[in-house]
């Protein structure tokens, strides 16, 4: 990648409500210079019940920033949803994952197109390896993983992503990609959220200048009823949910919460007219571990 496409910092909030939607004010930046909105919406299991209405009612109620996956199997209502609305693509920014399976050169840009494809678009703003390995036993998954990497960059390069980046990859599969790339993954997407903030991992994303993104940034809903998060709500009239994702953006990582009804979608985006302390951003980092998902890189098994 030449220089002029790397802007140095990853840490600067800027406001660009005119492009982002009303609610969705906050952006973060990535090495590279993209702004990604710090609230997307979350579609893993989102089309379930009320299919593509749910993504039209996200678009509604101001989510710009449409998680999904190959995975989720749900990009094509997504594609329908965003045809339906009718917004002009350039307002959207979309992430899809290649799952583990589809890893290599081939495999992994047959699941770009078949995403854009399903998604009725001819870029993505973002594209992320979705998992490092299919299992425990998968013995040359560093080997796989800088081929991969490889072909990220060409169909970065090739400006068919404006972003690429990771998803569940700690600092010890982080590592082997670094060894072989020439543009440097600009975000990893990880289980995050009070209870389970992964602090070493986090770290070393910040010292490689990776932006880290929460993924069940509401722990799916265990940790909601958190009494001690009510407690923090309370004084400011927030709710639970409001608070663990303030507390995640005030730390500067954006999130991706995942809301069934309008009235939910809409709670998780006004997080930005209150702040809290120092003293409760330390609190809620500091709670023992509670509300993991129980999934694990290293011991994630996606092919019995
Ligand atoms: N990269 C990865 O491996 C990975 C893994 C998991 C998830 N993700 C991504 O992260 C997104 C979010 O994670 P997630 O769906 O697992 O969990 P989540 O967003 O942490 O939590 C979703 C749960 O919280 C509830 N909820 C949402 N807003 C609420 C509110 N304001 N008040 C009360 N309850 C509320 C939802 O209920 P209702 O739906 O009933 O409203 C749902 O049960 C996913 O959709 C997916 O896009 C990525």
Request: aromatic share 10%; charged share 30%.
């Amino acid at each position: 990648m030449s220089e002029s496409r790397i802007t140095e910092t990853i840490e600067k909030t800027v406001s660009k409500a005119e492009e982002l939607g009303e609610r969705a004010q906050k952006v973060f930046r990535l090495s590279n210079g993209v702004d990604i909105p710090a609230i997307g919406y979350g579609t893993y299991l989102a089309t379930e019940k009320d299919g593509k209405q749910t993504i039209i009612d996200a678009l509604n109620v101001g989510y710009r920033y449409i998680d999904t996956a190959a995975f989720y199997k749900n990009e094509e209502q997504i594609g329908e949803a965003i045809a339906e609305y009718g917004i002009p693509r350039e307002q959207l920014f979309i992430c899809s994952k290649v799952w583990p399976t589809m890893l290599g050169r081939e495999k992994l840009k047959q699941s770009f197109e078949d995403s854009c494809n399903k998604l009725k678009t001819d870029y993505l703003d973002m594209l992320l390896i979705h998992w490092p390995k299919v299992s425990q036993n998968d013995a040359n998954w560093a080997e796989k993983l800088q081929e991969s990497w490889a072909a990220m960059e060409e169909l970065y390069d090739d400006e068919k992503v404006r972003a690429i980046g990771l998803s569940n990859f700690l600092p010890h599969h982080i590592r082997p990609v670094l060894e072989t790339a020439k543009v440097k993954p600009m975000l990893d997407q990880l289980e995050l959220h009070v209870g389970y903030m992964q602090e070493y991992a986090l770290q070393y994303l910040k010292k490689e200048k990776i932006v880290a993104q929460a993924w069940s940034p509401l722990g799916r809903a265990r940790v909601l009823g958190d009494e001690r998060v009510s407690a923090i709500a309370g004084k400011y009239g927030k709710s639970n949910a409001q608070i663990l994702l303030r507390y995640l953006t005030q730390r500067g990582i954006p999130v991706i919460p995942k809301a069934s009804t309008p009235q939910r979608m809409k709670e998780n985006l006004e997080i930005f007219d209150f702040k809290l302390t120092e003293d409760e951003i330390s609190y809620l980092s500091c709670i023992p571990e509670t509300g993991w998902s129980g999934e694990h890189p290293d011991m994630v098994e996606w092919e019995k």
